[in-house]
């Protein structure tokens, strides 16, 4: 059975304790994600839409890296700060997600640890057959 | 691999950007549930017992559509907005978890989208083999 | 396909609705675990970093009785109330995950039902072929 740690070709630091993507037999875990750039700042402070933009930008490498795509993904669960804007991040995902939808998952909770993060999601695929 | 979406036979609003459930090979993911009518209005105002209650007769249809039943539920997470009665909801999963049952977790957050709605829950399901 | 109640060799109270973990087929679920000694008391109050490592160690026996061990857990999810010295579980996260990490998701919620719990955690394991 496959098992394979899968950062989208990008290095990581080895002082994490986690991995932004694993790979396991046909299931691909990944970490909950914020709207950074490479150098961990948040790409667009106070702007919910761009941020989940940027979140399923950096799964892209993610899930080619695993050997799937958006389709694949069946679970995506949203944790956010504010409610402002929240709605506009359904658009979102209708330009990632095309012919297949994940389950969702959405509750405000108290803070995210990366500073200005209005929203992190954390999601699973399932790996078509033969990938 | 089977990958169906499940709506639990009811018709779904082409505009909603994630699936009430999805099965994929032997795994059935189930989208964050409110204790909503079919018009999507909480039938229980301001009780989580009842909305608990109404969350899993609604799951009742998506088990049913992939193949398997309650017992088959290996994850449930709560997300509530309150502890008032929270502990009420046991003797509810009682009513529909017989013989095995799921992993939980409960958490409080700050809130959920759904107006009225006290508590969302999701979850996982292993279908039996040759389902 | 094998599917069974985990307790780490423990009773478990019949009373309970959820399993403190299940095996189906190759995968584990780990319920929502909090830092308790075995009656059910918060080992190290006020101390999350403490509390962390407890809920760790607590789930060395549910592995084992899984067949799989600590590299074997793909996600982890985090709920904490207090971000105070929050950075210092990843410290902890060290001792156990040593070969292969798990994705992690860390969020702040408003609180949880345990009292004097400041974390809760809950995981996903995939066990080895021919475990």
Redesign the interface.
Known sequence: ?R?E?ITGGKPWNPR???????R????L????TTGTDDEGNITAPGDIVEQTRQIFRKWGPLLAEAGCSYDDI????D?Y?T?EN??GT?AV??EF?KQ??????????????RPHALI?I?G?A?I??GK
Chains 1, 2, 3 share one sequence.
């Open positions: 059975m098992d740690k994490y304790t986690y991995w932004p993507a694993r396991v037999g046909n299931l875990f990944i970490s909950g069946v679970q995506t669960v944790h700060i409610t929240y709605r359904a995902r209708r997600f297949r939808l994940p389950t969702s998952t959405g509750v405000q909770v108290v803070g995210l640890l992190e954390h699973i399932v078509p057959e």
